[in-house]
């Protein structure tokens, strides 16, 4: 269930990106590349898998 919705994340992610790319014509090459990172980088965010990751998401408690 991970992987889809990182899948799905990426591939909104990629096509919102995308989007103002096209409507301004820019290279292809530039479109693609930019596709292909978002795509990328939002499955390596959703399964990465590091120590203490939830310690850090929760924060330390303190409010400013």
């Known amino acids: 269930m991970d992987k889809l919705l ?3 994340i990426g591939l909104v ?11 301004q014509k820019l ?3 530039s479109t693609i590349a930019t ?7 939002s499955i390596i965010i959703v399964n990465i898998d590091l120590p203490h990751i939830i310690w850090w998401l929760q924060g330390d408690g303190r409010t400013f």
Request: glycine share 0%.
């Open 6 to 8: 990182s899948v799905v």
């Open 27 to 29: 290279p292809r090459y």
């Open 13 to 23: 992610t990629a096509i919102v990106a995308v989007i103002p790319m096209v409507v």
């Open 35 to 41: 596709l292909f990172f978002y795509f990328f980088i």
